[in-house]
């Protein structure tokens, strides 16, 4: 069993070969396709963390599409001053789907 843990938009993401992952927004290639960094690999008992061997690993995504997270609401109030603030948020997400782990 081959995993990996890659750093994708602040996070750290346990990935598989044909998972799909929900990330902040990437900006794909014009074929559609991403490379990830690997934190960690693991493939079977063999565990690697060192910076030099994963430099030569590579993750690649598909980039299956677009779309937005929930809303947010923001709502800040200050008792017997009359200050009242709404504000809302939608984070702007990428679906992608993990192909190859090399």
């Not at 602040?10 to 992952?21: D, F, I, N, S």
């Not at 960690?40 to 061997?53: E, M, N, R, W, Y």
Request: a positive charge.
């Amino acid at each position: 069993m081959v995993y990996a843990v890659v750093r994708a938009g602040g996070r750290q993401e346990k990935v598989e070969v044909g998972t799909v992952v929900v990330l902040d927004r990437i900006k794909a290639s014009e074929d559609g396709t991403i490379q990830l960094t690997p934190v960690l690999l693991v493939d079977g008992d063999t565990i690697t963390t060192d910076a030099k061997k994963l430099a030569k690993v590579t993750v690649t995504a598909e980039v299956l599409g677009d779309l937005r997270g929930p809303k947010i609401v923001i709502q800040k109030f200050k008792n017997k001053t009359g200050y009242k603030k709404r504000q809302g948020f939608r984070a702007d997400l990428t679906r992608v789907k993990i192909t190859g782990i090399k």
